[in-house]
């Protein structure tokens, strides 16, 4: 149960950063500032304002490198944000790292820092266009037809993998570039029907599926699992509460298995290779931890 209300926390949040030594920093846009909590084990400590004019209830990524730390919001019009936390005064700041173009008014974010120390962006333009923006000056429209307002995810790696929900069978696809040009196939052949708000990869290398946890608007925590070249399967595992407490549908007895997510630093995770869609291949690296 301790495993399945990490990964509540988790998803509920704005977003969230695993330190190499595995503490953990959470976002959260409320009151109309995006804020930050450092998790202790068993409570939360102070809070420290990231920046104000935040859009209620909007995503947020951490960008991270050896040398800095980026986080990524959504302004309350609708414009990305982006702050970079000073060592010598101790605060986070606006910074110019990255445009600040419009986004969809539901738009969720994913982001990565390649090995290269280049920051990318995954966001949703006001015509729900699905963008890929990489460092200061280049972005590119993904071809694929998003629903508005989908979850993102992207495992980042050699070639990286962005994750979302199609608008055209609301099944959650894999798109990446392959041979120069952009690559769309499906991971999970499963009608998602609930409008989601978060979701999550575990790619379970034990029993070589694809688990994908997902947080509905509602509140409804569930999975979605795929065995290779499979139908999804869908598990519904529980309600989240307002303030990120899980509630389980079964009894503690019956409480399934959490898989461990990916949740990468590429400047130390850089050995992890995971593709489901086009391979099917999996391997086992520190990336992994609960979502």
């Known amino acids: 149960m301790a495993a399945l209300q990490e990964l509540s926390r988790n998803l509920h949040a704005a977003g969230y950063d695993v330190s190499p030594e595995g503490g953990v920093t959470y976002l959260y846009a409320s009151g109309g500032a995006l804020v930050s909590k450092q998790w202790n084990g068993t409570s939360f400590g102070d809070e420290e304002l990231i920046y104000s004019s935040a859009r209620p209830n909007s995503q947020s990524i951490f960008l991270v490198t050896p040398e800095e730390r980026v986080v990524v919001g959504i302004s309350s019009s609708n414009t990305l944000s982006i702050n970079k936390f000073n060592e010598d005064d101790e605060e986070w700041a606006e910074d110019g790292c990255l445009p600040t173009p419009a986004v969809h ?15 990318h962006v995954l966001y949703q333009d006001p015509s729900g266009n699905l963008v890929h923006l990489q460092g200061s000056e280049k972005s590119d429209i993904i071809p694929v037809k998003a629903t508005s307002g989908t979850p993102l995810a992207v495992v980042a790696q050699e070639t990286p993998l962005i994750f979302y929900v199609s608008s055209q069978d609301s099944f959650i696809h894999q798109v990446t570039r392959k041979d120069g040009a952009w690559a769309d196939a499906v ?16 790619p379970d290398a034990e029993t070589k599926t694809l688990v994908v946890y997902c947080l509905s608007d509602d509140g409804t925590l569930f999975q979605i699992s795929t065995e290779q070249g499979g139908e999804g399967e869908e598990t519904v595992l529980g309600k989240v509460s307002v303030d990120g407490v899980f509630k389980s549908a079964t009894s503690a007895e019956c409480c399934p298995r959490v898989v461990p997510c990916y949740r990468p630093r590429p400047s130390y ?23």
Do not use: H, I, M, W
């Open 187 to 202: 991971v999970t052949p499963f009608e998602v029907k609930r409008k989601l708000s978060r979701l999550e990869l575990a």
């Open 105 to 119: 008014p539901d738009s969720k974010l994913a982001g990565y820092v390649d090995t290269d120390g280049s920051k």
């Open 269 to 291: 995770s850089s050995s992890f290779s995971f593709s489901f869609a086009f391979s099917g291949s999996f391997s086992s690296s520190s990336s992994y931890r609960y979502c």
